[in-house]
């Protein structure tokens, strides 16, 4: 089970970013999440009128390593590990700081 899924809130724990927060937008595979707003890079770009993109230089949300994100805990205010319980035959995501089960 994923324990860190797309739409989660997640805090950065290592890098550049430390300590920002953001949304995860997509799972790009099994180690790698991107999150919103967080490891931005400047790419540059080439015209190609045959497309109808315009030249320039571009922000781009480059991929981050799950072992490098949290997901936030709302009711403890920071970032908590995640651990998983089976109820009723089914996975439930909980945090380990305050025991409350994870909403998504």
Same mark, same amino acid.
């Given at each position: 089970?994923?324990?860190?899924?797309?739409?989660?809130?997640?805090?950065?724990?290592?890098?550049?970013?430390? $300590?920002?927060?953001?949304?995860?937008?997509?799972?790009?595979?099994?180690?790698?999440?991107? &999150?919103?707003?967080?490891?931005?890079?400047?790419?540059?770009?080439?015209?190609?009128?045959?497309?109808?993109?315009? $030249? $320039?230089? &571009?922000?781009?949300?480059?991929?981050?390593?799950?072992?490098?994100?949290?997901? +936030?805990?709302?009711?403890?205010?920071?970032?908590?590990?995640?651990?998983?319980?089976?109820?009723?035959?089914?996975?439930?995501?909980? +945090?380990?700081?305050? $025991?409350?089960?994870?909403?998504?």
């Amino acid at each position: 089970m994923n324990k860190i899924r797309k739409g989660d809130e997640v805090v950065v724990l290592t890098g550049k970013d430390k $300590g920002k927060r953001g949304v995860v937008l997509q799972r790009v595979d099994v180690d790698h999440v991107l &999150v919103e707003g967080v490891n931005v890079a400047k790419k540059h770009v080439r015209p190609n009128p045959m497309k109808g993109v315009q $030249g $320039g230089i &571009v922000d781009k949300t480059m991929p981050l390593h799950i072992s490098n994100v949290a997901l +936030f805990d709302a009711k403890a205010g920071k970032a908590s590990r995640v651990g998983v319980k089976i109820e009723d035959g089914q996975a439930q995501r909980f +945090f380990k700081k305050s $025991g409350e089960l994870v909403k998504a």
